[in-house]
């Protein structure tokens, strides 16, 4: 059973930082693309950054020298840092993997304050 268990959200400053962390119940992990979404309210939840399990990573334009994607395959758990944020990084950011169908943690609030 899969599972992604998110943690490391909270409330900061315009210009601050955080450190996202994901969790995962995955049989071969090192091997799998993992990723970011995000969702503000009232839209869209988009992609924020992916890493392969080879490390490639990709990022949206939104958040390119911002954010940065880690993993560390001996405790199945990737990182999302997040630095010089800005109040619209608000959202529910959430962990990803598709394994025959997309799995979805279960978010964690991210709030950026002006």
């Known amino acids: 059973q899969v599972q992604l268990v998110e943690s490391g959200g909270g409330l900061v400053q315009a210009g601050g930082s955080l450190r996202l962390s994901c969790a995962a119940s995955?049989?071969?992990?090192?091997?799998?693309?993992m990723g970011w979404y995000r969702q503000a309210p009232g839209k869209q939840r988009e992609l924020v950054a992916t890493?392969?399990?080879?490390?490639?990573?990709s990022y949206a334009d939104s958040v390119k020298g911002r954010f940065s994607i880690s993993r560390d395959n001996a405790k199945n758990t990737v990182f999302l840092q997040m630095n010089s944020l800005k109040p619209e990084d608000t959202a529910v950011y959430y962990c990803?993997?598709?394994?025959?169908?997309?799995?979805w943690g279960q978010g964690t609030q991210v709030t950026v304050s002006s």
């Open positions: 990803y993997i598709y394994l025959l169908r997309d799995y």
């Open positions: 995955v049989s071969f992990f090192s091997l799998k693309t």
């Open positions: 890493i392969t399990g080879g490390g490639t990573t």
